[in-house]
């Protein structure tokens, strides 16, 4: 007697009815379960096995995006030593505001008198532009800023002859309070300016200490203004 079998993988039905192997048996032979562990693998994920691929590929995107942001900012604001190129104000090493010991070595050395900040500086401390508005903001009758060789606003000095002053330690010019009350104003326009076009601020007024006296003299301007001409606006402080 032929006790010879063939073994049968039970296979869930299909839509409702039972798989025929086409002898009566219902599932399919040993030979076909490779087939099978192909509809296996081939299911789909579980639901945790979901929520964990989409979490990852949101992640991976949330990265991709921030590292794309970091690149086209340092594109746009390239840093050096935790510090944006271009933004002068914040250089290191500080480029000098020095125009020498004298009127004469000033010029011999490139320096310009600069009303604005009332000193002699060279070109990488000045922001010609803005001092030339400075210079339209007057309370003279063009515009432009009287200034004077005494308290009493009795003898006028022109520009040139304020430049001049530099060579005296104790020279000083006498000018309006309104001319103090712009200059603060104006200073704060260079410092923020000189952060973006390459220039220099000079330490001697690029400080808090000078903010708050540009707070005082806003709050109560006087009667008038003083100041002296100053050769090295880095520590010279005779042009407050």
Same mark, same amino acid.
């Given at each position: 007697?032929?006790y010879?079998?063939?073994r049968?993988? +039970?296979? *869930?039905p299909?839509?409702g /009815?039972?798989?025929?192997n086409? %002898?009566g048996?219902?599932?399919t032979? /040993?030979?076909?379960?490779? !087939?099978? %562990?192909?509809t296996? #693998?081939?299911s789909p994920p #579980?639901?945790?096995?979901r929520t964990f691929? @989409?979490v990852?590929?949101m992640?991976?995107? $949330? @990265?991709?995006?921030?590292? @794309?942001i970091?690149l086209?900012s340092n594109?746009?604001?390239?840093?050096h030593?935790g510090?944006?190129?271009g933004i002068?104000?914040?250089?290191i *090493?500080?480029?000098?505001? +020095?125009?020498?010991?004298?009127?004469?070595?000033?010029?011999?050395?490139g320096?310009k008198?600069?009303?604005?900040?009332?000193?002699?500086?060279?070109?990488?401390?000045? %922001?010609?532009?803005?001092t030339?508005? $400075?210079e339209?903001?007057g309370?003279?009758?063009?515009?432009?800023?009287? +200034?004077?060789?005494?308290k009493?606003?009795?003898?006028?000095?022109?520009? /040139?002859?304020?430049?001049?002053?530099?060579?005296? *330690?104790? !020279?000083? $010019?006498?000018? #309006? *309070?309104?001319?103090h009350?712009?200059?603060?104003?104006?200073?704060w326009? @260079?410092e923020?300016?000189?952060?973006l076009?390459g220039?220099?601020?000079?330490?001697?007024? %690029?400080? /808090?200490?000078?903010?708050?006296?540009?707070?005082?003299?806003?709050?109560?301007?006087?009667?008038g #203004?003083?100041?002296g001409v100053?050769l090295?606006?880095?520590?010279?402080?005779?042009?407050?």
């Open positions: 007697m032929d010879s079998y063939k049968y993988v +039970y296979t *869930p299909c839509n /009815e039972p798989l025929n086409g %002898d048996s219902v599932g032979t /040993e030979g076909d379960v490779s !087939g099978d %562990d192909e296996l #693998s081939s #579980s639901t945790r096995r691929l @989409l990852k590929d992640v991976l995107t $949330f @990265l991709a995006l921030l590292g @794309l970091v086209v594109a746009v604001y390239p840093r030593d510090v944006p190129k002068v104000g914040y250089a *090493p500080r480029k000098p505001c +020095y125009c020498g010991e004298s009127v004469a070595e000033a010029r011999s050395r320096c008198y600069d009303s604005l900040c009332a000193a002699w500086l060279p070109d990488h401390c000045r %922001d010609d532009e803005l030339a508005e $400075f339209t903001t309370d003279g009758p063009d515009g432009n800023w009287l +200034y004077y060789a005494d009493n606003h009795t003898k006028l000095l022109t520009m /040139e002859q304020v430049a001049e002053l530099a060579d005296d *330690p104790l !020279g000083r $010019f006498h000018m #309006s *309070p309104q001319w009350v712009i200059h603060c104003f104006f200073f326009r @260079l923020h300016r000189a952060r076009n220039k220099f601020v000079e330490a001697r007024s %690029d400080n /808090e200490r000078h903010i708050i006296h540009c707070q005082k003299i806003i709050n109560d301007p006087g009667p #203004s003083v100041s100053a090295d606006a880095d520590f010279d402080a005779g042009a407050e």
